[in-house]
């Protein structure tokens, strides 16, 4: 008996629909196609180059967004294999590409992923801040913090402790760890008329103090500027959640007053990087 469905050329379903939600099966090409309500297509399978084809449907998608496997390299020893997904794609525009590559076939070529996009964020789960980038189990850096730069491009004159810079509301993360650099471009004389001493300070806003340095300032010259640091760790060094931080100058020794240079082309800089995590 001849088969009713072997006989076929195209299968619509539901059976006869030519508009709207339908799914085509095509026995000449072998695609199998989906539309939406909206007559857009969404869906396609194209077994020519294994590849398949999803859309948005937005009425400026030029290439429907794709996923589709294939060799790479000379047949052989050599040779890779790699599973490729692509986004939609508007006239004229670029698309985000991610390339999943294999180890070659006799191991001599590791396996490697390829990102081709203008941006690539990655964000913790539920949008939390637990979002981590790992090199061997090694956390690595995600680099200044939000609020963590502030700068001051005008002079500071100082005796008693004076404030400098401060950052705006900077959250830490139990587990990292975070380092505190401070550059300056010198002191100078300002009313003082001996040698003095002038102490410069990294701390919270709540005044606990976590790095300090000294420096001689030698009557009627400039200090040359310079840079002071600390690393903490957001494990028992400090704790976790929001801080302000701020540096600090006053002169301990002596009478009279000084002054911290700065200008737009070289302002006193504070910064706090995240640096990894506590190990």
């Known amino acids: ?7 076929l050329r195209t299968l619509v379903l539901p059976f006869g629909a030519t508009t709207g939600s339908r799914i085509v099966l095509d026995g000449v090409t072998g695609q199998i196609l989906v539309y939406d309500a909206n007559d857009d297509l969404r869906f396609r399978l194209n077994p020519s180059g294994g590849i398949i084809e999803l859309s948005s449907a937005g009425v400026n998608e030029n290439l429907l967004g794709d996923i589709q496997a294939s060799g790479q390299g000379s047949i052989g020893t050599t040779e890779r294999f790699a599973l490729t997904v692509e986004s939609p794609q508007a006239v004229n525009r670029e698309r985000s590409i ?25 964000f913790g789960g539920g949008g939390s801040a637990t979002a981590d980038i790992q090199l061997n189990g090694i956390s690595l850096p995600r680099g200044v913090l939000p ?10 004159t100082f005796s008693t402790e004076t404030t400098v810079v401060t950052t705006g509301s900077v959250s830490l993360i139990a587990g990292r760890r975070y380092r505190f650099l401070f550059s300056w471009r010198s002191i100078i004389w300002g009313t003082a008329a001996a040698a003095v001493l002038a102490r410069l300070r990294i701390k ?11 420096s001689e300032i030698t009557g ?6 310079g840079t002071m640091q600390v690393t ?10 929001s801080h302000t931080f701020e540096v600090t100058a006053e ?12 200008a737009g082309t070289y302002p006193c800089t504070l910064v706090i990087e995240d640096i990894g995590a506590v190990i």
Do not use: P, Q
């Not at 963590?148 to 500071?156: E, F, I, M, P, V």
């Not at 919270?204 to 000294?214: L, Q, W």
């Not at 009627?220 to 500027?225: P, V």
């Open 251 to 262: 002169r301990i020794t002596g009478a009279g007053t000084l002054v911290m240079e700065a």
């Open 232 to 241: 903490l760790d957001c494990s028992g060094e400090i704790g976790s959640g």
């Open 1 to 7: 008996m001849r088969s009713l469905i072997a006989s």
């Open 98 to 122: 991610i390339d999943l590559i294999s180890e070659s076939v006799d191991g001599t070529i590791g396996t490697n992923i390829d990102i081709f996009t203008d941006l690539l964020d990655i």
């Open 204 to 214: 919270d806003v709540a005044s606990t103090v976590r790095m300090e340095h000294i």
């Open 220 to 225: 009627g010259t400039a200090r040359a500027g």
């Open 147 to 156: 609020n963590g730069k502030a700068r001051a491009s005008s002079n500071t």
